[in-house]
DNA sequence: CTATTAGTCAATTTATTACTTGATTATGCG
DNA sequence: CGCATAATCAAGTAATAAATTGACTAATAG
């Protein structure tokens, strides 16, 4: 059926390539292991707790990232840390992400049906929630990891791991709003903060948003542990 | 292995959706089929001409690229024209094709060997090429069938067909430089008609933009018929 | 040297995907 | 109506991919 032009066998090499980066992504896990990397570096072992996986199985998912040149990999010691290749992929991965959420309706009902079953489907004026982190008027809460922070964060955004925030809430002032917020949309972490801060008397609320959005819509980001 | 708990069942989901779109970009055929979709929309049956593909194993892509969303179809008679479902949907193409040429160097090496084989690896400083396309100082020739060059065109372009121009030599100026393009930097059908028209004794040299890269670049497309 | 840990490799089973072939449906035409 | 054509469907085979398991390698600590 196929010809076997020159020019035919151009094209389906060209196609080809195109195709091992859509391979690359074609699966779940996978697509998982590269927005946690879009976070900043991790070894297997981290990754293979964070998406909870068999370390050999996110081991092999890896080569195959690397396999597309995705990701990066380099041996310290024991420990092999994987990292995105460029960040035009993490620009890739959040395109491939906005046209996921636009085109299948599925995501936002998964979505919907996730946080009204935890009572946190409010409206949320996503513009002012913004202004009230930016001005500072707001206690701003980064329950990520504290690598992750320190990677970058909201400026003067607070650390406190989720789990260790439930020992930590001296912490926080009880006469401000608490904004929380974790690795973006998609991560649970912020919204476990909200419940559990909640329960305590706080009031807070969720920013959708994570490090890379804000990134996005052109706000500083900051890097380091917290001054002063 | 894997726990269930319903925050890991919600990203399970949410990754799965991102999937169906990786999934849907994962085959070399299925990404020639939203390039050429990207240049208008097409009956199956062109498809899979333009492809060099089985008629039913087209169709049966082309259904893969519709449940991911990426494609719309609506029939009209005997004929079922394919569509892409959003311009959003070719950017994403266009973000993976940048993407796949900046990671992955095989792709620059295959045009390069294929060029090469062929003689026209000559440098083309794009710039003052692309200057002289909008000076309307030559003659410029779109080569692709005539629906594509209604669909879109550079503006000033002629429209000869790559299967016609052997017959249609006559209506080209000798005594002006000719620069022909077609689909893109993938499409081969500007480098036949370039060795064609020097083999007649023309000066002409090849656009590796199509109209998609010309309107990336913030220049205006025309559409329709030549006036006059 | 031995034990431990991070990571990879290799082999296997299972599931998914690609493509072909031939039948089937739907539309339009004489 | 009968026939041709575009497209899809359904069944089958071959090829790929995912996850698990257990073995293996390399670095490090005692």
Redesign the interface.
């Known amino acids: 059926?196929?010809?076997t032009t020159?020019?035919?066998r151009?094209?389906?090499?060209?196609?080809?390539?195109?195709?091992?980066?859509?391979?690359?992504?074609?699966?779940?896990?996978r697509?998982?292991l590269l927005?946690l990397l879009s976070q900043g570096p991790r070894t297997v072992d981290a990754l293979a707790r964070l998406a909870?996986?068999?370390l050999a199985n996110t081991s092999q998912h890896l080569q195959v990232l690397r396999a597309?040149?995705?990701v990066d990999a380099d041996k310290e010691g024991l420990y092999v840390t994987y990292r995105l290749?460029?960040s035009?992929?993490a620009?890739?991965f959040q395109?491939?992400?906005?046209?996921?959420e636009?085109?299948?309706a599925?995501?936002e009902q998964?979505?919907r049906a996730?946080l009204e079953?935890r009572g946190l489907m409010e409206p949320v004026d996503r513009e002012a929630l913004l202004e009230r982190v930016r001005s500072g008027k707001v206690t701003v809460l980064d329950v990520r990891p504290v690598e992750e922070y320190r990677a970058g964060h909201i400026p003067r955004a607070v650390s406190i791991p989720l789990t260790d925030l439930k020992h930590r809430l001296a912490e926080i002032p009880r006469n401000r709003e608490v904004v929380a917020y974790c690795r973006g949309p998609?991560?649970?972490m912020a919204i476990?903060a909200v419940e559990l801060l909640r329960a305590r008397g706080f009031k807070a609320v969720r920013l959708e948003d994570g490090v890379q959005e804000w990134r996005a819509r052109g706000f500083e980001v900051a890097v380091g542990d917290r001054a002063a």
Chains 1, 2 share one sequence.
């Open positions: 059926m196929r010809d020159p020019a035919r151009f094209t389906d090499t060209i196609y080809e390539q195109f195709a091992r980066i859509g391979k690359a992504i074609a699966s779940p896990r697509l998982e927005d909870a996986q068999s597309a040149r995705l290749a460029d035009e992929v620009r890739f395109t491939l992400r906005q046209l996921a636009s085109r299948l599925e995501i998964t979505k996730f079953r998609y991560c649970v476990d």
